[in-house]
């Protein structure tokens, strides 16, 4: 059996009823933590000083969901009900990668680079089948006009009867 930790000896108990401790952040600067639970106390410096030494990195879903606050005025209703569901898997999808990518110890900003292409490769796919689409259509309407059309070869024999019966 594992030994209990005595939090209370951790840490100075003021007249209030309160524990005291503190921790530095990344410049150096000392900051009190007070909590009256000493192992609420333990915990809260942990998640302090661990966030003070590691600032916390932004993730896919919120450099996204920013980019997107800021430029969804440009975007058409139409165009964005078209493309919202491309967007959201996308956010699903390259998230969890990116955060993946950060927790496997790549530097940021190649994690960066890596999403930036993928996510443009796939806006490229994404705007290519619109234009296959568009492309598909025009092709199938062609080919019922060509096909329900007149015959030329009819055509052919009847202008050909006419030429020598006017002559």
């Not at 990195?57 to 139409?78: L, N």
């Not at 190649?110 to 089948?129: F, K, P, W, Y």
Request: charged letters at 30%.
């Amino acid at each position: 059996m594992s030994k209990k930790s005595r939090y209370a000896d951790l840490y100075t108990l003021r007249a209030d009823g309160r524990y005291y401790g503190w921790y530095r952040d990344a410049a150096g600067k000392r900051h009190a933590v007070y909590d009256r639970d000493p192992e609420q106390l333990y915990r809260k410096l942990i998640e302090k000083q661990a966030a003070a030494q590691h600032p916390e990195e932004p993730t896919f879903r919120a450099v996204a969901e920013s980019w997107e606050g800021q430029h969804r005025e440009e975007i058409t209703d139409r165009t964005w009900k078209n493309y919202k569901p491309h967007y959201e898997d996308l956010l699903d999808r390259y998230g969890d990668y990116f955060n993946g990518l950060i927790r496997s110890g790549i530097d940021p900003e190649v994690a960066r680079g890596i999403i930036d292409r993928l996510t443009t490769q796939q806006s490229i796919m994404l705007a290519t089948n619109t234009v296959m689409q568009a492309c598909a259509v025009v092709l199938v309407i062609a080919a019922f006009s060509i096909w329900f059309g007149p015959n030329t070869n009819r055509i052919r024999a009847e202008l050909a009867r006419r030429s020598t019966q006017k002559s």
